[in-house]
């Protein structure tokens, strides 16, 4: 495989315009990567992360949730080199105190045109279900980590309620069940970080735009995929009237679907049907990871906040 290479492609100006001057054809100026921008930063980034994460919960949270993450991105590269699509290695986000587990992801940058619809959709599902295969095991040690208290109510100070997908209520009722009515589970490290790989497996399958989820939609079902991203815009929207956690998040969909999916080189190829029942089994696993209310806050409580925020300066 060729060496990868950056550089500046402008487009050619129009040559049917009478009033512009024929213009010389402009080549494209390529430079090849050195080894920090293939690899260094990328590493950087990624310690970055991990001593972000440590500060927020430790070790066990670095472990868990690296490894997810790690997981979810290698999946989109491992797929992306299958294809020959050339594609950056993951770049992690750490964010100190700005999220409450030290970072807000990764991502992998794709550079070069999908050849067709097959190889969009194995691209854009590799990474959730790689994620949540990973996930599994950190939540099955993360649910006999947690700890049961009685429920201090919803008022208490210091603590911060979550909501549970499917698959997490089923975990704590399988292995514990010793959460009964007036208790609650305290998460450790490891079920953080479980949780936060189930949402983000989640968030990502949601069928818009650039998200994977987007990806698979329009392989599985071309450009009428727009109307279910535009459905799930709708229902997002519906989710931010119940809960204000959802408000970034929506505004970044609706940067993500305003347009159509860009087309892949070749959209006749058939996508076959072994395809469509993976497709149907990550639409499971969205079930099984979302919850409408991933962080118990109230619009009043949101306002009230805001409040004593701007009068306290």
Known sequence: MSEPLRGFDPRPLPSDDPWLVPQPERRRILVPEGPFERYGRHVLLFLLTAVSVYTMGGP???????????????????????????????????????????????????????????????????????????????????????????????????????????????????????AGPGNTFVMGPLAEAAWFGLFVTALNLMPVGQLDGGHVCHALLGRRAIVVSRVALVGCLFLLYLRPTWLVWCLLLLMLGRRPHPPTLDESAPVGRARIAIGLFAALVFVLCFTPSPIIVSWADFRQGLAELFTSR
């Not at 997810?68 to 992690?92: D, K, N, Q, S, W």
Request: charge should be neutral.
């Open 60 to 178: 066990y949270l670095v472990a868990g949730l690296l490894s997810i993450l790690f997981a979810h991105e290698m999946g989109h590269y491992i797929a992306c080199r299958i294809y020959r699509v050339e594609a950056t290695l993951p770049y992690f986000l750490p964010a100190p105190f700005i999220s409450f587990v030290g970072t807000l992801g990764a991502f992998i940058r794709i550079r070069s045109p999908i050849p067709n619809r097959k190889a969009l959709f194995d691209i854009g599902v590799a990474g959730p279900l790689a994620g949540f295969f990973v996930c599994l095991p950190v939540l099955v040690l993360g649910t006999l980590q947690a700890t049961v208290i009685p429920d201090p109510g919803p008022d208490a100070a210091g603590f911060l309620y979550f909501g549970d997908p499917l698959l997490v209520q089923w975990a704590y009722a399988w292995l514990r069940g010793d």
